[in-house]
T-cell receptor, first 113, second 111 residues
């Protein structure tokens, strides 16, 4: 089992460009999450999907969109990147029963110039 | 008041020391508590999981939850250089998949 995989590992964008971060899990989990991690700010939830076909905003959703493509895949899209979106992005998944742990991917480091 | 407070450190200790990491929280609805370890340039990985109050031990690691004081701790005995990482506490409410994370404490264990 690969667990949670993310692509790309690293990306440089210019302000105004768009890109999609990909995430896939092979643990048959129902719930998936996107976080960003910034120095001094910890992990902040951007969007999550409690089950296939549903998505909900987290703490910092502005500037992002998500798609739960199927049970395995959850993508995060930046339509018009801004320097404030420079961060490390982590995808995570969990079974979805409400009291279980989240499993994280290796992260995508994004630099917006 | 933030839901979860964690001293960001950094904390530097000699090899073999006992390390104590702590988080406080304000929401009494939290029922399950976790500690994640994150090595540099890696994703967080689950270290300890505790439901409700009490202690849980796993090798050199002990997690404690005191719900009356809204305080959780992670103890590391006989710390090793390989324990050098950032440790994040996380908490969840019953019936909700979402977790609330502390900001993380960076620990360095010096040989």
């Amino acid at each position: 089992n690969a667990g949670v995989t993310q692509t790309p590992k690293f990306q440089v964008l210019k302000t105004g460009q768009s890109m999609t971060l990909q995430c896939a899990q092979d643990m048959n989990h129902n719930s998936m999450y996107w976080y960003r991690q910034d120095p001094g700010m910890g992990l902040r939830l951007i969007y999550y999907s409690a089950s296939e076909g549903t998505t909900d905003k987290g703490e910092v959703p502005n500037g992002y969109n998500v798609s739960r493509l199927n049970k395995r895949e959850f993508s995060l899209r930046l339509e018009s990147a801004a320097p404030s979106q420079t961060s490390v992005y982590f995808c995570a998944s969990s079974e979805g029963s409400g009291q279980e742990t989240q499993y994280f991917g290796p992260g995508t480091r994004l630099l917006v110039l | 008041q933030k839901e979860v407070e964690q001293d960001p450190g950094p904390l530097s200790v000699p090899e073999g020391a006992i390390v104590s990491l702590n988080c406080t929280y304000s929401n009494s609805a939290f029922q399950y508590f976790m500690w994640y370890r994150q090595y540099s340039r890696k994703g967080p990985e689950l270290l300890m999981y505790t439901y409700s109050s009490g202690n849980k031990e796993d090798g050199r690691f002990t997690a404690q939850v005191d719900k009356s004081s809204k305080y959780i701790s992670l103890f590391i005995r006989d710390s090793q250089p390989s324990d050098s990482a950032t440790y994040l506490c996380a908490m969840g409410r019953g019936g909700s998949e979402k977790l609330v994370f502390g900001k993380g404490m960076k620990l360095t264990v010096n040989p």
